[in-house]
C-alpha cells in the first residue's frame, strides 16, 4: 500500500478536522444537558419527525434518481431530436434555490404545502445531481458491450438493465447518496411549504426557546441517518470502469415514442424551471421601485464568495479524491466518511457551532469572510467530492504507473497526468460548489460580516414580509448568475452529445 504526498494527506486530514468540529459542538451540548435531550429523543414528536424525514428522502432519492436517469439516458443514448436543449433544461434547476421553487409554487396554488409538495419541489430540485453524473459517466461508458448484448438477441429494456446500468451504477449511486443527504438537511423548501422534519424542528428550537440542547439532540438523529446512508451506499457501489473517451456513440432509435419521451422531459422542464421563472417575472412587474445599489453589491457580495470558496473547496476535494482512489486506505476512508457525516447537519447547526468556535477560540477571524469560506468548506466539501471522485477514478491507473517508471513522482504525476485528464470533471466539482454556495442561506446569514448582504439574504429578507416584488430582482438575478456555473457543469456533456453520431 503506498502512502499519499504529504501535501494530499495534510488536505484530507484538515478537512476531516473541519468536519468534525460540528460534530464537538453537538456532544458538548449533549454532555451539558445529557437528561434533557435524553427525554427530547424518546419524546413521541421525535419519532414523527424521524417518520416524516425517512419518508421524504427516501421519495426523493428515488424519485430523483428516476428523473435523472431518464433525462441522462434520453438525451445521451437516443435519437430525441434537441438533445442539447434538453440538456441545458436538466441543468437549469441548479440555479434555482430549493425556497425559490417552493415560494414560485404556493404564490400560484396557495394550497401547495405538506409532503406532496416537499416530495414534488425536492425532487425537481435535486435531480440534476443524478443527471449531470449519469450523462458523463453514459458518455464515458463502453457502447460496445451494449452492441454486443443487442447483437445476442436482448432487447433494449433488457440492455439498459444488465449492461447500461451496471456500468453508470457508481455514478448513479453517488448522485443518489447527495440527494438524499441534500433533502435531509433541507430547510428553507420544507419551511416555506409547512411539512415537519428534523431540519425545521431544529430551526424552530433555535429560533421559538433557543433550546440548543433540545436542538443538538435532534441533529445527532440526523448524523445518525447521515451514517446509515453512507453504510448502504459504499455497500451497494460498485467499482468504477477506466474507459477511454469514445470516437463515436450509436444511438437508440425511438420511433414513435420519440414525441412522448420529449413531451415528458418539456413537463419535467416547464415544473422544475419555466413554473418558478415566469412566478418571478409576474412579481417583477408590480410597480414598486427596487434599490439598484443593493441590488449590485448584493451581486458584488454573492460573486467574490462563491468565486473564493468554490476554489478552496475544490482544492481539498480534488486532495481527498487522489487519496481515496490513487492510494486507498483505511484511514482514507475513514477521511471521506468524516467529511460526508456533517453533510446531512442544518446549515443552522454548522453555523452555530463556527459561532461557538470563532468567539471562544479564534475571536480574529469572527465575523469575517474567512470564517464563511470555513463554514462552505464543511458544507460543500461532499458536493465537489462527489462529482471530482469519478473523472479521477477513470485515469487509467496503468498510465500512471508507465509516468512513475519515467521518473515522476508521486506528485509529478498526479500534476502531469491525473489532473489534465479529470481536469473537466474538477472544474465540474468546483462550479458545482460555487453554485451551492451561491444559494446557500442559513449559514450566511449568521456569519456573513456585518454590512455585507447577499442575493440570497437581500431575496430571503424580502419574502419573509411577502414581498415579492422587492424579492424579485434578486432572485432572477441568482438564477442568472447561478446558471454560468450550471451550464458549466453539462457544457462537457453537451458538446460530447453533439458530437456523437446518429445510428
Known amino acids: 500500500m503506498q502512502k499519499p504526498p504529504f501535501a494530499?494527506?495534510?488536505?484530507?486530514?484538515?478537512?476531516?478536522?473541519?468536519?468534525?468540529?460540528?460534530?464537538?459542538?453537538?456532544?458538548?451540548?449533549?454532555?451539558?444537558?445529557?437528561?434533557?435531550?435524553?427525554?427530547?429523543?424518546?419524546?413521541?414528536?421525535?419519532?414523527?419527525?424521524?417518520?416524516?424525514?425517512?419518508?421524504?428522502?427516501?421519495?426523493?432519492?428515488?424519485?430523483?434518481?428516476?428523473?435523472?436517469?431518464?433525462?441522462?439516458?434520453?438525451?445521451?443514448?437516443?435519437?430525441?431530436?434537441?438533445?442539447?436543449?434538453?440538456?441545458?433544461?436538466?441543468?437549469?434547476?441548479?440555479?434555482?434555490?430549493?425556497?425559490?421553487?417552493?415560494?414560485?409554487?404556493?404564490?400560484?396554488?396557495?394550497?401547495?404545502?405538506?409532503?406532496?409538495?416537499?416530495?414534488?419541489?425536492l425532487s425537481l430540485a435535486s435531480a440534476p445531481y443524478v443527471f449531470l453524473a449519469v450523462s458523463a459517466s453514459l458518455i464515458r461508458s463502453n457502447v460496445n458491450q451494449e452492441e454486443v448484448a443487442r447483437s445476442l438477441g436482448l432487447n433494449s429494456f433488457q440492455v439498459l438493465l444488465r449492461v447500461t446500468w451496471p456500468q453508470v451504477r457508481s455514478a448513479a449511486m453517488a448522485s443518489g447518496l447527495l440527494v438524499a443527504l441534500y433533502t435531509l438537511s433541507e430547510f428553507g423548501a420544507v419551511s416555506i411549504l409547512r411539512f415537519d422534519t428534523f431540519t425545521r424542528a431544529i430551526y424552530n428550537a433555535y429560533r421559538g426557546s433557543f433550546d440548543r440542547t433540545a436542538a443538538a439532540a435532534l441533529a445527532v438523529v440526523l448524523v445518525l441517518l447521515t451514517l446509515v446512508v453512507l453504510y448502504f451506499e459504499k455497500r451497494y457501489r460498485t467499482g468504477y470502469t477506466q474507459v477511454e473517451k469514445q470516437s463515436r456513440q450509436l444511438k437508440i432509435q425511438l420511433g414513435r415514442w420519440k414525441f412522448l419521451a420529449g413531451a415528458v422531459l418539456l413537463i419535467v422542464a416547464i415544473g422544475s424551471s419555466l413554473v418558478p421563472i415566469a412566478a418571478l417575472i409576474s412579481w417583477s412587474f408590480?410597480?414598486?421601485?427596487?434599490?439598484?445599489?443593493?441590488?449590485?453589491?448584493?451581486?458584488?457580495?454573492?460573486?467574490?464568495?462563491?468565486?473564493?470558496?468554490?476554489?478552496?473547496?475544490?482544492?481539498?476535494?480534488?486532495?481527498?479524491?487522489?487519496w481515496n482512489v490513487r492510494f486507498p486506505s483505511r484511514f482514507a476512508s475513514g477521511v471521506e466518511l468524516t467529511v460526508w457525516s456533517s453533510h446531512a447537519l442544518p446549515a443552522l447547526v454548522i453555523a452555530l457551532s463556527l459561532v461557538f468556535f470563532g468567539a471562544n477560540l479564534t475571536p480574529g477571524i469572527y465575523q469575517t469572510v474567512w470564517l464563511l469560506i470555513f463554514a462552505y468548506l464543511i458544507l460543500f466539501l461532499p458536493n465537489a467530492l462527489s462529482v471530482i471522485t469519478t473523472p479521477i477514478a477513470q485515469v487509467s491507473k496503468a498510465q500512471e504507473q508507465v509516468a512513475r517508471s519515467l521518473g515522476l513522482g508521486k506528485l509529478g504525476a498526479i500534476f502531469r497526468l491525473v489532473l489534465p485528464m479529470s481536469q473537466a470533471g474538477i472544474w465540474a466539482g468546483i462550479a458545482l460548489a460555487s453554485l451551492a454556495v451561491l444559494k446557500e442561506l442559513p449559514?450566511?446569514?449568521?456569519?456573513?460580516?456585518?454590512?455585507?448582504?447577499?442575493?440570497?439574504?437581500?431575496?430571503?429578507?424580502?419574502?419573509?414580509?411577502?414581498?415579492?416584488?422587492?424579492?424579485?430582482?434578486?432572485?432572477?438575478?441568482?438564477?442568472?448568475?447561478?446558471?454560468?456555473?450550471?451550464?458549466?457543469?453539462?457544457?462537457?456533456?453537451?458538446?460530447?452529445?453533439?458530437?456523437?453520431?446518429?445510428?
Open 443 to 503: 449559514a450566511t446569514l449568521l456569519l456573513r460580516p456585518n454590512g455585507v448582504d447577499t442575493l440570497a439574504t437581500e431575496l430571503w429578507a424580502a419574502t419573509e414580509t411577502l414581498s415579492y416584488s422587492q424579492a424579485a430582482p434578486y432572485a432572477l438575478l441568482l438564477i442568472i448568475i447561478a446558471g454560468v456555473p450550471a451550464l458549466v457543469l453539462n457544457s462537457q456533456a453537451r458538446k460530447l452529445i453533439s458530437e456523437v453520431n446518429v445510428k
Open 8 to 121: 494530499i494527506s495534510a488536505l484530507g486530514i484538515i478537512a476531516a478536522l473541519s468536519a468534525l468540529l460540528p460534530l464537538g459542538y453537538l456532544l458538548v451540548r449533549l454532555v451539558a444537558g445529557f437528561e434533557k435531550a435524553l427525554v427530547e429523543l424518546l419524546r413521541v414528536r421525535t419519532l414523527e419527525l424521524l417518520a416524516n424525514t425517512l419518508l421524504l428522502t427516501v421519495s426523493v432519492t428515488i424519485t430523483a434518481m428516476l428523473l435523472g436517469f431518464m433525462q441522462a439516458w434520453l438525451t445521451t443514448r437516443t435519437n430525441l431530436f434537441g438533445t442539447a436543449f434538453f440538456a441545458v433544461l436538466g441543468t437549469l434547476p441548479l440555479a434555482i434555490p430549493s425556497y425559490v421553487l417552493a415560494l414560485a409554487y404556493t404564490s400560484v396554488f396557495p394550497s401547495f404545502n405538506g409532503f406532496f409538495a416537499s416530495w414534488i419541489t
Open 286 to 322: 408590480s410597480g414598486e421601485e427596487w434599490d439598484v445599489s443593493e441590488i449590485l453589491s448584493a451581486l458584488s457580495a454573492s460573486l467574490g464568495m462563491a468565486v473564493s470558496a468554490g476554489l478552496v473547496i475544490g482544492i481539498f476535494a480534488t486532495a481527498i479524491a487522489i
